[in-house]
């Protein structure tokens, strides 16, 4: 449904202008191109409709207020670690990241209690700015069942699209691949009662500006499925279509599960885009370094 800004002196809101001569057509009105996405129109499931990012902290920081202490007491820990020579300790890995970390605690502590990569994610939906180290714009969340990723996926999504007034979608991949069987096996299953194709059902999830791909490693283990989503984000790519996917674990656990449908495409052109897109993990943005600074003792 088209919708305009209601201040609009055009449409008064409606987004459409309807000319005083019945016989020409009705336009849509030029003010609907800053009206954002609402969240019925960006596919956001109930669950997820009032997520934001104001919303998500909040909720984030009371979840960690437990531990949220203890770990800002380990900062000059951190400090002294990372200003100890490299023969002494060893090299850091994203050394940079480190010291980024720590400059801007002094100014905000929160951001060592945040998600490890969510303040990024944020900088880049509600201001545009973040230098992705591979290109792609591609954001990959993950976290354990009930960590908050799927409800930080649509507060990134609904920024974007406010930010940049285009279009977005959330799909589950879960339901997305058993549509897909579903075209494949509707002799058996009788569900695919619209006769959708596997294209019909990929085509509307091409070239919508941002898509998120909820539970990305929910994927059926059928390989046409694989096959599908994997063409999917093919166009995205080449595309150069920012894509957000959330799951359970990072991309290098989809190389280690036995028999997993997108290793078993053999496919390492999209394995390395996937090891390369920038990370979330749900976790307190301190906590993995608290980690390692500790097994380096």
């Known amino acids: 449904m088209v919708k305009g ?14 000319d005083p ?5 009705v336009r849509v009105c030029g003010c609907t191109a800053d009206v954002a996405p609402d969240a019925e129109t960006l596919g956001l499931p109930a669950r997820y409709r009032e997520a934001d990012f104001t919303r ?10 437990s531990g949220a202490r203890s770990m800002l007491e380990r900062v000059p820990d951190l400090e002294e670690w990372l200003a100890r020579p490299e023969e002494e300790v060893g090299p850091i890995p994203f050394r940079d990241d480190l010291a980024r970390l720590l400059t801007a605690l002094r100014k905000r502590p929160e951001h060592g209690i ?9 900088q880049w939906a509600t201001t545009g700015k973040h230098k992705f180290r591979h290109g792609w714009e591609l954001w990959w969340i993950h976290g354990p069942a009930q960590s908050g990723r799927s409800t930080l996926a649509a507060a990134a999504l609904r920024a974007w ?4 007034g285009r279009g977005g979608r959330f799909v589950s991949v879960r339901t997305l691949s058993q549509s897909i069987k579903d075209a494949y096996y509707d002799i058996r299953s009788f569900q ?3 006769f959708q194709s596997v294209r019909d059902l990929i ?6 500006p941002l898509l998120v791909l909820d539970d990305w490693d929910r994927m059926d283990s059928d390989l046409r499925v694989a096959a599908a989503l994997a063409q999917l984000l093919d166009h995205r790519y080449s595309e150069e279509l920012p894509t957000i996917l959330t799951a359970a674990g990072p991309p290098e656990t989809l190389d280690r599960r036995e028999n997993h449908p997108l290793a078993r495409l053999e496919d390492g052109s999209l394995m390395e885009r996937l090891r390369g897109a920038e990370r979330v993990e749900m976790v307190p943005a301190l906590k993995p370094w608290i980690d390692r600074a500790g097994a380096d003792r």
């Open 203 to 208: 085509e509307p999830l091409q070239d919508p």
């Open 161 to 164: 699209t406010e930010r940049t």
């Open 5 to 18: 800004r209601p201040d609009c002196p055009h449409c008064q809101g409606q987004g459409l202008i309807f």
């Open 114 to 122: 945040r998600p490890a990569g969510a303040e990024a994610l944020s």
């Open 192 to 194: 695919n009662q619209a």
């Open 21 to 25: 001569d019945p016989q020409k057509p």
């Open 56 to 65: 998500f902290w909040k909720w984030w920081n009371n979840a960690q207020a």
